[in-house]
């Protein structure tokens, strides 16, 4: 335990009150995990943790008071303290209506979502852990505090939790558990899209996103419906031995944990059971599948509230990923171009190729991976050589199109354009004198007729 956190701890004994380090510290403590934040449950209200604090010299935060939480801050060590309390009824599958405060350790931890987060700690008395959390987390099970049904049925969001958690620890969910959220999860219609995106962004970073994607399916589902179609979708192809669902949990497991490579790996295959046809030998194919995965994808990611800088990228890493391109300068200038010079969404592109390569069966894999490293080897070499790629980089911009007589609107955007391809296959130099010869002669090409 951290000083600032056993000095929080005797602050509010040395007054009289209990107090316990609770929640995900412990589980990640036993865990040997790194954790972020310490929460301590203690039996003083929450005016009383205030003036405590502020006494002992420690900053303060009205950060939850309705829901009896304080944020107690030492320099730079923040610690939430929350009054030992067990929650109301549950009105709207989210939020408790009230929160009742109550008296034991016990009660409090009874209100918590799994057994392997309702254990509490104390540096004299060590563990406390009345529901096996310890037992669940040496065996990696998610199990809920209580009756699944009802625990789910109070809150939906803990469905997502209990899948989020699975991926991040690598961890499986216990089977009436999982069996309950099945049953639940039509309550997730009601949970804030922005709370259901913080989890899926964390359940798809996780270590074991892939597999949570697959073994979580039936639940997952209620937020991410198109996934459905991917589930048991056999593909008939030599170098595809997995459905199209186990194909994509290869793939993201198989990528760095980017959130937008993930994203765009989640995505990458969705149009392959709308596109698909089978030939007379019975061998699959899913001509234009990029394109429709896009379009599955756009919906998605709209609906998930992306940006529209987000959603954008991870629609070109979809779109992109199937392209072969070889690792030759002039293809990797016109693939950067089409990405519009963004060189990390590059990166990303060749991550998501890998990704998708280790998805497929072994012996198919191995080139397709060395391809994208060379692309990166490449891409490497490009920008250490200087070489334009980007209408930025060009040695002439628009007040020189305009200043040779070009009508401003889009015929100045279209002659940059054309400028960049021809510096990139080789043409032209990038350089001034070149570059205003090249907009002269586009320019009495397009308007010779007049
Ligand atoms: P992490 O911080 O990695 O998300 P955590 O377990 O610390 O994991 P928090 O959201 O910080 O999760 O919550 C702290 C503790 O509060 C949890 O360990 C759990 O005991 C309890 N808790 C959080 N959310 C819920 C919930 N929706 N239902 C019941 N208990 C919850
Ligand atoms: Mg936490």
Same mark, same amino acid.
């Given at each position: 335990l951290p000083r600032y956190a056993e000095d929080a701890l005797r602050i509010l004994e040395g007054a009289g009150h209990e107090a316990w380090v609770v929640g995900g510290f412990v589980r990640d403590a036993i865990m040997r995990r790194p954790c972020a934040d310490i929460d301590i449950a203690s039996s003083a209200p929450w005016q009383e943790v205030q003036r405590?604090?502020?006494?002992?010299?420690? =900053?303060? =935060?009205?950060? @939850? %008071?309705?829901? @009896?939480?304080i944020t107690v801050i030492r320099e730079h060590d923040a610690i939430e303290v929350t009054t030992f309390r %067990?929650?109301?009824?549950?009105? +709207?599958?989210?939020? #408790?209506?009230?929160?009742?405060?109550?008296?034991? $350790?016990?009660e409090d931890l009874a209100r918590r979502d799994f057994t392997m987060n309702a254990l509490a700690y104390h540096p004299e008395r060590g563990l406390l852990d009345p529901y096996g959390g310890l037992g669940d987390i040496e065996a990696g099970t998610i199990r809920t505090v209580g009756e699944a049904d009802k625990r789910f049925s109070?809150?939906?969001?803990?469905?997502?939790?209990? %899948?989020?958690?699975?991926?991040?620890?690598?961890?499986? $969910?216990? #089977?009436?558990?999982?069996?309950?959220?099945?049953?639940?999860?039509?309550?997730? @219609?009601? $949970?804030?899209?922005?709370r259901v995106r913080a989890e899926l962004d964390r359940l798809l970073v996780g270590p074991a996103a892939g597999r949570v994607l697959v073994d979580a399916c039936d639940a997952i589902a209620a937020v991410l419906p198109e996934v459905v179609a991917m589930k048991g979708f056999e593909q008939h192809t030599p170098y595809h031995i997995y459905d199209v669902l186990e194909h994509t949990a290869r793939a993201i497991d198989g990528t760095a944990p980017r959130l937008r490579v993930r994203w765009a790996t989640l995505l990458h295959d969705m149009g392959k059971p709308a596109t698909f046809f089978r030939d007379e030998n019975g061998r699959g194919h899913f001509y234009g599948h990029p394109a429709v995965s896009v379009a599955i994808g756009r919906g998605l990611l709209e609906r998930m509230l992306f940006s529209s800088a987000d959603r954008d990228r991870i629609l070109a890493l979809v779109r992109w990923h199937d392209d072969v391109v070889p690792p030759t300068p002039r293809s990797v200038k016109r693939l950067l171009r089409r990405l519009d010079g963004d060189v990390e969404l590059f %990166? +990303?592109?060749?991550?998501?190729?890998?990704?998708?390569?280790r998805g497929q069966a072994p012996e198919f894999s191995a080139e397709r991976i060395a391809l994208a490293d060379a692309l990166e080897a490449t891409l490497a070499d490009v920008l250490a050589s200087d070489e334009a790629f980007s209408l930025k980089q060009l040695a002439v911009g628009g007040s020189d199109v305009l200043a040779a007589g070009i009508p401003q609107g889009p015929a100045v955007g279209s002659v940059l354009e054309d400028a960049l391809q021809a510096v990139i296959d080789g043409e032209v130099a990038n350089d001034r004198d070149a570059l205003l010869d090249f907009v002269h002669r586009w320019r009495d090409q397009a308007y010779s007729h007049k």
């Open positions: 405590l604090f502020e006494d002992a010299g420690w =900053r303060t =935060r009205e950060t @939850g %008071c309705k829901h @009896g939480t %067990c929650d109301g009824a549950y009105l +709207d599958a989210r939020h #408790p209506d009230e929160v009742t405060f109550v008296r034991s $350790i016990e109070e809150d939906a969001l803990r469905m997502l939790r209990g %899948c989020r958690f699975a991926s991040e620890l690598d961890f499986s $969910i216990e #089977p009436e558990t999982f069996a309950a959220m099945v049953r639940n999860k039509g309550l997730l @219609g009601r $949970i804030a899209v922005e %990166c +990303d592109l060749c991550e998501l190729k890998r990704g998708d390569a």
